[in-house]
């Protein structure tokens, strides 16, 4: 797979984990009540998601199916297409509800669902494409769908990062970035770990070739994660302290965008070559071969 499907499956990453920070904040009523403050994220989590939808629907070769689903052909949709299209209902339910009363119980039984389908989309996602793309050898990647859930908080708290700071300069309401900055650190750690046990799976010590192949991908690796990591940290510890810090504040979340479309494009192609690595059985010894 190139870099484009990569990008557009980055960006579907921080859609979710948008539409599933807001949620978890909605549903326990934590987040602001002004109707406007809920539909800015839910909308943007919209366009980065949709935006796969939308190419696939264009069958562009950049994105020739969308969740295992040609779309267009007479092939039927996947069980984790509609999941995915599913997940658009209480999306929807939950824009048309959030008008500054977050308290009503339809309002958080409708973050809730989002939160769930949202959840739920990232897991069968993952697995359908450990599954796609190692057939019998999807073992490998056991890591995946936690990789992806922590990808998904990590990006999308960003933006929702992003859309509070905006917000709040654009209303004159008090902006503290200090306790969701520190919870995206955190879990900047937490995905670093998860992610550094993935390419450690790729590592083993009898598959020559593709074995070197691997470490070659590693040292690339470094340059994404200077966008996911050493970026988006930096801005997060600076936005408190500079002078039009929001600004920063964009960076940062534009800049892991780009760092997880790359790592994901080289993770893809070492997992790719380690499957078929695995898959060559070596010959068998025979008697005579021993004379």
């Not at 920070?21 to 809920?38: H, M």
């Not at 008008?99 to 739920?120: K, P």
């Not at 990590?154 to 919870?183: A, K, M, S």
Request: with cysteine; net charge positive; hydrophobic share 50%.
């Amino acid at each position: 797979m190139g870099l484009a499907p990569m990008l557009l499956e980055a960006l579907a990453l921080c859609g979710y984990g948008l539409w599933m920070l807001l949620a978890l904040a909605l549903s326990l009523g934590v987040y602001s009540t002004g109707r406007g403050d809920a539909l800015v994220p839910l909308s943007l989590g919209c366009i980065f998601v949709s935006a796969g939808l939308v190419a696939g629907c264009l069958r562009l070769r950049a994105m020739p199916e969308w969740h295992g689903w040609r779309i267009g052909t007479s092939q039927r949709p996947t069980r984790e297409a509609l999941l995915a299209l599913a997940t658009y209902l209480p999306m929807l339910g939950l824009a048309g509800l959030a008008r500054g009363n977050e308290t009503f119980w339809a309002t958080r039984l409708v973050s809730v669902a989002l939160l769930v389908c949202s959840f739920s989309c990232l897991i069968t996602s993952a697995y359908g494409y450990r599954t796609r793309r190692l057939a019998s050898k999807a073992g490998i990647a056991i890591q995946l769908p936690v990789s992806r859930v922590l990808s998904a908080w990590y990006g999308g708290g960003l933006w929702l990062w992003v859309c509070v700071i905006f917000q709040g300069n654009l209303t004159g309401g008090d902006v503290e970035p200090l306790p969701l900055g520190i919870g995206l650190l955190l879990m900047a750690m937490l995905l670093g770990l998860v992610d550094g046990l993935g390419w450690q799976s790729l590592r083993e010590p009898a598959l020559g070739e593709y074995q070197r192949s691997a470490h070659g991908l590693q040292s690339r690796r470094f340059l994404a994660a200077i966008f996911i990591w050493v970026m988006p940290c930096l801005s997060l510890l600076l936005v408190p302290t500079v002078p039009g810090g929001r600004w920063l504040a964009f960076f940062a979340a534009t800049a892991c965008v780009i760092g997880k479309s790359l790592e994901l494009w080289l993770y893809d192609f070492a997992l790719t070559r380690f499957a078929l690595a695995r898959s060559v059985e070596p010959e068998p010894l025979w008697p005579r071969d021993r004379l």
